[in-house]
C-alpha cells in the first residue's frame, strides 16, 4: 500500500466564544488540522478522524524532523491512506487537534489574552461534547455541512458517540472503536492516580510551572507508566517480557530489575520529554466526564434515542480497560432504538492497544465497512 508521503498541518481561528459545558467560555482559539484525499465537489465523501489520549491531528503520512532524518508517521498510518481500509483515494479525511492539548489547537501552555501569560491551570476544563462542538465549527468553515463518517477509537470513539447524539443530522455513520458509553470506577481510579502523580511533584508549581522555567517530568513519568499498564492485556505483557531479568539475576535495590520495569521506565522518560502536564490533567478529566446517559437517569436507550446514523463499533476480547461489554452496552441501546448496527468483538491479545495495531481481522471490518459507506452515498 502507498503512504501519504509527506503531510503538513493547518491552523484555522476563531475568534466568536466557545461556550464550554462547564460553564466558561473560550475565545480567540485556534485549531490545528490536517487533512488528506480530494473532497467531492458535493462535499460527500468526508470523514472525520477523532483523536485518543496523547495523539494529535497528525492521523495519517510523514514528518521530516528538522536535520530531515527522522520520519514521524502519524499515529493511525495503518488504517488511512490510499489503498487503506479508510482509503484517502476515496475519501477525504480530517484530523483534528482538540481544544487543551500541547499539539498545536490552543492549550494551557498558550498565551491568555486577558493576562498575557500562558494560561496554565487557568485553562478551562473542556470535555468530550466541547471538543465536538469546536470541530462543528471547523466543519462548517471547510463548508463540510454532513461527514460520511465520523471515527474514533477509545476517547476518540467517544468523540464519534458524542457526535451521533449532538449532531444526528450531521454525519451518515458512526466508527466506534475500544470504546465506552463511560468510565468504570477502576478507570477512573487510574486516571486518578496518574493525576496525584503530576499534581503532587515539586515541579509542578500549581500548573503555572512554565513562568519558573519547570518541567513536572517525574509526574509525567509516573501518569504514563500507570496508563500504560492500562493499555496493555496480562498475556501480552507476559509474551513480551514475562519475568526476563537485565542482568540476569536480582541486583537486591530499588533499581531496575525486571525488563517491564526497564519498558515502563522507557515509556514514561520518553512521554514526558514531549506531552504537556496540563494537558494530561484536562484529557483526563475529559474521559472521566463523558457519560451522556448521565442527563437520561443512566438509560443510554434514551440518551441515543435522537440518533440517526448507521454505526459500526468493534472491541478487542483482551482490553480490559474499555471491555467488550461495553461495546455491547452501546449495541444494545442503539438496537433497541433499531438503529443499524454492525458489531466485531475481535480476539487479539494486545489489549486496549489492539486498536492501534495490524490484526488483519480488525483492519478487514473496518475496510469492509469503508466499502460500504462508499457505496451507500460517499461515491456518488
Known sequence: ????GIVSPQSMHFSEP???QSGASLSDYTLVYETYGTLHADRSNAVLVCHALNASHHVAGEYVDEEGSKKILGWWDNMVGPGKPLDTDRFFV???NNLGSCFGSTGPMHT???????????FPVVTVEDWVRAQARLADALGIAQF???????????QALAWSIIYPDRLRHCVVIASTPKLSAQNIAFNDVARQAILTDPE?????FYAHNAVPKNGLRVARMVGHITYLSNDDMAEKFGRELRSGKYQFDFGIDFEIESYLRYQGDKFSEYFDANTYLLITKALDYFDPAQAFGG?????????????????????????????????????????????AEIDAPHGHD???????RYLNVVRAYFERVWSEGAGA
Open 94 to 96: 480530517i484530523g483534528i
Open 204 to 208: 509542578f508549581h500549581g500548573g503555572d
Open 1 to 4: 500500500m502507498k503512504s501519504l
Open 18 to 20: 466557545l461556550a464550554l
Open 299 to 343: 438509560d443510554l436507550t434514551k440518551a441515543l434515542a435522537n440518533t440517526k446514523a448507521q454505526f459500526l463499533l468493534a472491541s478487542f476480547k483482551t482490553d480490559w480497560r474499555f471491555s467488550p461489554e461495553r461495546s455491547r452496552e452501546i449495541v444494545q441501546a442503539l438496537v433497541n432504538n433499531k438503529r443499524k448496527v454492525t458489531y
Open 112 to 122: 491568555n489574552p486577558a493576562t498575557g501569560k500562558p494560561y496554565g491551570a487557568h
Open 148 to 158: 460520511a463518517a465520523v471515527m474514533g477509537g477509545s476517547l476518540g470513539g467517544m
Open 354 to 360: 489492539a486498536f492501534l495495531l495490524d490484526d488483519v
